[in-house]
């Protein structure tokens, strides 16, 4: 345990939980940044204030240490677009081979931004759940990219950030064993009830994982690595 202060870039789903739970257990303080970048469904950013308002009642070593939320606009991305997140096209597979639910960059948004506000609130230890082991061939996720943009931060603010990312060696059963080890049964029961993962943003359809479409790829990696968890 350090007595710094963390922001964690949380979007609601089941990484960046697993991740606030992790900076949570850690850090003496901790705040929270997401972002509103047009996506199709909110259903992401109605998840955080559920999960937010869970980890304060439920666990009270955690609620004393959680601190403010931010929501910071991103509305270029969705001005870009060409995406399926925040166009209205059905989730394929695209010819450079990732699927077009890939926003160029969308990382290196969210750091900039995220570090930017760090930056004034004189925080200077990041921590995001991206994920190289277990995840759709994003780039802009893997340790590399994270080195590079540590270093762009680093030098353009002319300060030392370090960019934590827990799960960036995890694959989704992995992720799943580890929130459980941070929060017990109780943050797996919060993971599955207020975490969403699904594309689609489906809130109808309750599994065994949580809510979700069950066909999306995003659903597809939970299943499994949740199936995975339970019976290895
Ligand atoms: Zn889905």
């Given at each position: 345990?350090?007595?710094?202060?963390a922001?964690?870039?949380?979007?609601?789903g089941?990484?960046?939980?697993?991740?606030?739970?992790?900076?949570l257990?850690?850090?003496?303080?901790?705040?929270?940044?997401?972002?509103?970048?047009?996506?199709?469904n909110?259903?992401?950013?109605?998840?955080?204030?559920r999960?937010?308002?869970r980890?304060?009642?439920?666990?009270s070593?955690?609620?004393?240490?959680l601190?403010?939320?931010?929501?910071?606009?991103?509305?270029?991305?969705?001005q870009?677009g060409?995406?399926?997140?925040?166009?209205?096209v059905?989730?394929?597979m695209?010819e450079?081979?990732?699927?077009?639910?890939?926003?160029?960059?969308?990382?290196?948004?969210?750091l900039?931004?995220?570090?930017?506000?760090?930056?004034?609130?004189?925080?200077?230890?990041?921590?995001?759940?991206?994920?190289?082991?277990?995840?759709?061939?994003?780039?802009?996720?893997?340790?590399?990219?994270?080195?590079?943009?540590?270093?762009?931060?680093?030098?353009?603010?002319?300060?030392h950030?370090?960019?934590?990312?827990?799960?960036?060696?995890l694959?989704?059963?992995a992720?799943?064993?580890?929130?459980?080890?941070l929060?017990?049964?109780?943050?797996?029961?919060?993971?599955?009830?207020?975490?969403?993962?699904c594309?689609?943003?489906?809130?109808?359809?309750?599994?065994?994982?949580?809510?979700?479409?069950?066909?999306?790829?995003?659903?597809?990696?939970?299943?499994r690595?949740?199936?995975?968890?339970?019976s290895?």
């Amino acid at each position: 345990m350090t007595a710094k202060k963390a922001i964690v870039l949380f979007s609601g789903g089941q990484d960046s939980t697993t991740c606030l739970a992790w900076a949570l257990s850690r850090f003496g303080r901790v705040e929270t940044v997401g972002f509103d970048y047009g996506q199709r469904n909110g259903a992401e950013l109605a998840a955080r204030q559920r999960i937010l308002s869970r980890m304060r009642s439920e666990f009270s070593d955690w609620a004393k240490r959680l601190g403010s939320d931010h929501l910071l606009s991103l509305e270029v991305l969705k001005q870009i677009g060409g995406n399926a997140l925040t166009d209205n096209v059905k989730i394929a597979m695209s010819e450079s081979g990732l699927p077009n639910t890939f926003v160029p960059g969308r990382n290196i948004f969210f750091l900039t931004a995220a570090a930017a506000l760090a930056y004034r609130r004189e925080c200077r230890d990041l921590v995001g759940g991206m994920c190289e082991a277990d995840y759709s061939g994003y780039p802009d996720c893997r340790a590399d990219t994270m080195e590079a943009v540590t270093h762009a931060l680093n030098l353009g603010m002319d300060t030392h950030f370090t960019i934590h990312t827990p799960l960036m060696k995890l694959d989704k059963a992995a992720t799943w064993a580890f929130a459980e080890q941070l929060g017990g049964k109780a943050l797996i029961d919060l993971i599955v009830e207020e975490t969403v993962s699904c594309y689609e943003g489906d809130r109808e359809h309750r599994r065994a994982w949580g809510y979700g479409c069950g066909k999306c790829p995003a659903c597809n990696l939970r299943a499994r690595g949740y199936e995975r968890y339970v019976s290895p």
